[in-house]
């Protein structure tokens, strides 16, 4: 993943160096943190419990690749 966030910054660098284009931005990539907060009170009253919520994140914590992106030999998912 870091090589494909260094090929997409030097093509980011190439294509805003074009006359026409204004701007580029990057989208994408992979969280590798995500914080939740957590009202216990709100938990309460709603009969929810902390081992619930960490089966809800961990049940939707998951990776698909969304397509992948060939530079010369490598191919990047």
Known sequence: LDDLKVVAEDLQDRIEMVPQVLEVNLAGGIEKEV???????????????????????????????????????????
């Open 35 to 77: 914080q939740v907060n957590v009202d216990l009170q709100m938990l309460k009253y709603y009969g929810v419990s902390m081992g619930d919520i960490i089966m809800a994140i961990q049940n939707e914590n998951v990776t698909i690749p969304a397509g992948s992106v060939d530079v010369g030999s490598k191919k990047f998912r």
